[in-house]
């Protein structure tokens, strides 16, 4: 019997993984996100049409997984240093966007005629955006550690806190967990500060060594972290806080060491092979069937949540200081509900608070808004550019809180490099090794700091973004050097170039350009586009590399039948 089960579930997930594999590929020709068509695959997999996802608890399990990886790999990404220096900006976006639609969310339901136990339920659930979807976006599109991406990650963390505590009181007060009263939400509250105290030992005396000793054995390091972000999101899952915390707390214990990039890379592949099956299991958990008398209601909450979210996030920013692109691009991560969402109003519905049909709205909600949401994180840069004329009363004459480059002086840079990764890097610190003026720009804090350290002049900024590019003293520099790398969206690898080349023409820069592709395919289009040097990163180097070969071989210093000098050696 055990064994005929566990054959089902085998030819259960092969089945979801040729249907992921199928519907993904449409999606991929129809130009959607992979986030929405593997969502389809759960609805298509689900009771409502093939009924092929029954084995909801190893779905469940793998998706579980997939989510505590996930969120450990946000925590490796997490500076403490940063978290502080975004702690106020994070707490007054989170905690203001979540009064807003709560209050205006609940007036709106009032008006569609729900009753007001109703309405203040599904007020709070629109309160909820989905951390897991966001930082997936995000992470695809190399923003997540933007400046916007990091303000993001801040206040949905936020944001979650807020999630905990609404389900927290909603069972303490005895409406779900056997009336445990205020005594349960103190208990949680110790439980983590007692979790919060240990992970702070684990870094300040065990992170590094452990670490390192784990390093000698890669495959073994690789275990660790997965099983260090599984015990800690089990932890936070019995503790009542979550095994989102949980996981992004494992993750922030391994961000000081100096393996996390190494971590990361060796886990983003099977992050995202898990993560399929959280996007199958919320697919599936949608009933098409209580739909379809909620379908009014749900687009009047829907664009309520997909316009009035990103607009308070807009306007707290802009009033803190920060500039209307970056308050635009994070606002626009709160632009949907969470999974938790659903989980809240299921919670209600067996309370016997709301109906089926109230649950059925908000998952209609919720299946609109992320839908939406993902084309609007994925296209943001585009949706700004329309967007743009009209948002100048979201931004303050002075927005001190995002550093600008000083006027130019006699020392004014030489060569501005745009994007300080490991290719840009190199560029700026070899010509700054020579005696050249450099500054640099980047969207990474952590690129900027290391560039500070390292004696670069250096600014937060993005090479696609013409407004910015507008108020960089360029009129000086002889060269501006791209070497942003092309965004992982589904747009054309050469998108940071070419917008780049444009808002320099815009901006009227009197220098030259040099722009980075991976794909000599573009070559010709970008000089095209106006670039007077095109840099192939490999390419170049396999050139190079053949250039000095080729030098040393026609040497006549070189003995052919001896090219190592093995004679000489006494070899």
């Known amino acids: 019997?055990?064994?005929?089960?566990?054959?089902?579930?085998?030819?259960?997930?092969?089945?979801?993984?040729?249907?992921?594999?199928?519907?993904?590929?449409?999606?991929?020709?129809?130009?959607?996100?992979?986030?929405?068509?593997?969502?389809?695959?759960?609805i298509v997999a689900g009771p409502s049409v093939l009924d092929i996802a029954r084995s909801d608890e190893h779905i469940k399990l793998l998706a579980e997984l997939g989510i505590a990886l996930l969120l450990f790999m946000v925590g490796l990404k997490l500076d403490l240093s940063l978290v502080r220096s975004l702690g106020s900006v994070a707490l007054l976006t989170g905690l203001g966007q979540v009064v807003f639609t709560t209050v205006f969310g609940f007036l709106i339901c009032l008006g569609l005629g729900m009753d007001p136990v109703a309405s203040l339920y599904v007020a709070v659930a629109l309160t909820f955006s989905s951390t897991i979807i966001v930082v997936k976006l995000l992470s695809d599109k190399r923003e997540i550690d933007s400046l916007h991406g990091r303000i993001?990650?801040?206040?949905?963390?936020?944001?979650?806190?807020?999630?905990?505590?609404?389900?927290?009181?909603?069972?303490a007060l005895g409406v779900g967990a056997g009336g445990a009263g205020w005594g349960g939400v103190v208990a949680v509250l110790g439980y983590g500060m007692l979790m919060l105290g240990a992970v702070l030992v684990f870094v300040r005396y065990a992170?590094?060594?452990?670490?390192?000793?784990?390093?000698?054995?890669?495959?073994?390091?690789?275990?660790?972290?997965?099983?260090?972000?599984?015990?800690?999101?089990?932890?936070?899952?019995?503790?009542?806080?979550?095994k989102e915390l949980g996981g992004l707390l494992a993750g922030i214990s391994l961000a000081s060491t100096p393996y996390r990039e190494a971590i990361a890379a060796r886990l983003a592949s099977l992050r995202d092979f898990l993560l399929l099956f959280f996007f199958i299991a919320l697919g599936a958990a949608l009933d098409l069937g209580t739909l379809g008398d909620a379908v009014g209601p749900a687009i009047v909450l829907s664009l309520f949540v997909l316009i009035g979210n990103p607009l308070i996030v807009l306007v707290i920013m802009g009033a803190m200081g920060y500039r209307r692109r970056t308050g635009f691009l994070a606002g626009l991560t709160v632009a949907q509900i969470s999974e938790f969402s659903l989980i809240f109003m299921a919670m209600a519905l067996a309370l016997g608070h709301v109906g089926d049909e109230t649950l059925g709205l908000v998952t209609?909600?919720?299946?609109?808004?992320?839908?939406?949401?993902?084309?609007m994180i994925v296209h943001s840069h585009r949706l700004y550019a329309w967007l743009e004329p009209v948002l100048g009363v979201f931004e303050r004459r002075n927005p001190w809180r995002e550093d600008q480059m000083p006027a130019a002086t006699a020392n004014a840079p030489r060569v501005v490099v745009f994007g300080l990764g490991r290719y840009g890097g190199a560029i700026a610190r070899q010509l700054q090794a020579e005696g050249v003026a450099v500054a640099g720009?980047?969207?990474?804090?952590?690129?900027?700091?290391q560039a500070r350290l390292s004696g670069i002049e250096t600014v937060y900024g993005d090479a696609t973004d013409p407004e910015f590019v507008a108020t960089l003293p360029l009129q000086h520099s002889a060269w501006a050097v791209c070497a942003v790398p092309a965004h992982a969206s589904g747009v054309t690898h050469d998108d940071p170039g070419r917008a780049l080349l444009h808002a320099l023409r815009d901006a009227r820069f009197p220098g030259r350009v040099a722009v980075t592709t991976h794909d000599e395919t573009f070559a010709a289009d970008l000089e095209e586009a106006g670039a007077d040097l095109v840099l192939v990163p490999f390419r170049d180097a396999a050139l190079q590399a053949a250039r000095l070969i080729r030098e040393d071989a026609e040497s006549p210093h070189v003995d052919v039948a001896d090219p190592l000098g093995q004679k000489a050696l006494g070899a």
């Open 152 to 171: 993001a990650v801040g206040f949905l963390v936020v944001q979650d806190v807020v999630v905990v505590v609404a389900m927290i009181v909603l069972s």
């Open 441 to 449: 720009v980047d969207f990474d804090p952590a690129a900027v700091r």
């Open 364 to 375: 209609l909600v919720g299946l609109v808004t992320i839908a939406a949401s993902t084309y």
């Open 207 to 242: 992170a590094n060594p452990l670490v390192e000793r784990l390093s000698k054995a890669p495959e073994l390091l690789v275990s660790f972290a997965i099983g260090w972000a599984a015990a800690l999101a089990a932890i936070g899952h019995y503790a009542g806080f979550g």
């Open 1 to 42: 019997m055990t064994e005929a089960i566990a054959g089902y579930v085998f030819y259960e997930v092969a089945a979801l993984l040729l249907l992921a594999v199928g519907i993904g590929f449409c999606g991929l020709l129809l130009g959607q996100p992979l986030v929405v068509s593997f969502i389809a695959v759960g």
